[in-house]
DNA sequence: CGGGGAGGTGAGAGCGCTCTCTGAACCGCT
DNA sequence: AGCGGTTCAGAGAGCGCTCTCACCTCCCCG
């Protein structure tokens, strides 16, 4: 790539405006203690040469960055087609821009990918990392605490139970399935079946767990795998079908598995909610709104999950918060969550 | 943000391994020149002591920074819901990984986002900026210029005819829409409307003159303006009904608002493609084949379009290119389009 | 009217790295 | 054995910035 044009330095805009290079840096930083006829010059030395600090020499002796390190563990196409990541990476977004601090995302999709995550997070290019979509055997929650930078999770990670400590932000997903399931109940179904999510990752352990809860002695083949896409629930609820053509309701992991549940139901000619009611998990509105029945489903507030990881990490609270959680154990939020009653439930 | 654990530096690694710190630098970047006794000592230093070289402080004497802006001049929502910038990220993402390059997304919405992603730029954070989904009054171009970083755009730039010079990859899109109306003349269909992109983007003019280009006489009340998205889509095929009720074909700019237009048309009562035939643009997958009926459709290879913009770039061709075209012309590479037929004409 | 304090400004070190330049060591050759 | 040439290692400057510290000015008070 080309050589770009050389930009000014705090010392041309010095020698223009007639004052020290450590003139110019307090202007620079907001003007205090600067008296009025030296910061209007320096402004405008600034202005006449476009002066823009150059951010590698700064963060080179403040160690800022301003910037923070989304990392989600899963291949480009699924970040882009998952309107989850989307609202949890608005709510980010929305956070970092109005704390003036920049967004890098990054994606990981192989072995060598977390190499070059690991190298980025302790190069020194950002002031922490919000990181999601962990799999249970995912070595990245290593390579980012070697990388000794701020981290605050989405989602409980696996290991975060006990032992280790770990700041996050999840949702009640145990609660959220219970409630979803107990309605189902309450409609008086009885053969209820449950597709889950990836079960590498806590949320899909969770939501099954909350399922079990309250189906203590379900039949084993009313649990079908899935792995939150629409293909998966598709494939989970033909299954589900096959092994057990009885069942009346199907609570799946999230909704864009259960949209895929809602099409294979329809295919196989049963009506929604009349012969098999159907709960999702989300409240992904894009999706939840436009299946055919409109989905009820459990809801949880992704936007405010995402704005409250970045406001946890820019508060400097994580790391305080997770030397102060209950000895040795966690410091995680937990959002609570809602049933949202539609018409396929 | 807490303090992070302070990294060794090259100094560190230089003492425990008994040599210089030139040597250490020129062992971590590649080892030419270095005898064999001292790469092992040097290299296990780096490996005990979990040595990860500064980039701040590799950048400011370097002048690179191994990462590449991707800048679109939309809001998350949107890059978000469109498959379209999805598919374009994944190719400039797997261009860039196989360069050992960094991606950073820029997302802007308002005024003051523009600013602060000029500043980002100017700042010294990246090597180049591939800029997309420019619109025509977008101050982007200007600002980018200004922090002199070599740029390639995605999609024609308003301003890239003649006057001014950029690099950029587009698709053939007046002659991808000229196919796909002369497809719907040849079929026999004679009130063919046309649903436009938004006009402020040079792809939806594009296709507009295309169309006009085989309907050059057409019927004003045929032409409809959407922006892109499935609802501008429903608006504009509502409008067209009103206006035109004898309508028997519809060219839209993209899938998206295809998609839109077909379910005002089913809404209708108006048979696809018996009694409206219908042509999308873009032949994004996830849209034109899950359609009822599946879509007909120009395809435009995003992906390629993604990773030759991003290979372009490290080459450093952008900005010899631009030097190179035609006297104070344009350097742009426009890929081909293919009329994709399924059932919807 | 002089001394002390406050507030404003400048000089200079140093952040962690690269890269040039110098010097040392060692090769083969005469 | 002595010499030029080559290779390899180290010393040191400097990238652009911040920040501490010393200094200087000016004002207020005794």
Redesign the interface.
Known sequence: ?????P?PTLEAVAARAGVSRATVSRVVNGGEGVREPLVSRVRKAVEEL?Y??????R??VT?R?DAVAVVIAEP??R???D?F??LQ??GI?REL?AH?T??????TEGRE?HA?VG??L????V??ALVFSLHLDDPLPGLIH?????TVFGGRPGWADGAHSAVYVDSDNRGGAREAVTHLVGLGRRRIAHITGALDQTSAADRLDGFRDVMADADPRLIAEGDFTPAGGERAMRQLLRRCPDLDAVFAANDLSASGALRVLREHGRRVPEDVAVIGFDDML?VAEQTDPPLTTVRQDIEEMGRLMARL??R?R???AAEAGVAGGSAGVVLPTTLVRRASA
Do not use: C, I, K
């Open positions: 790539m080309r050589e770009t044009a930009r476009g823009v600090p150059n951010q590698a020499a963060s080179l160690r960055y480009e196409t970040v882009f087609a309107p990541f989307a990476l608005r977004s821009t003036d920049q967004l890098v995302l990054l994606l990918d070059r190298r980025y302790a190069g020194g290019h002031d922490g070697g990388a000794g930078v701020p894009p990490l820019l400097g994580g790391d305080r």
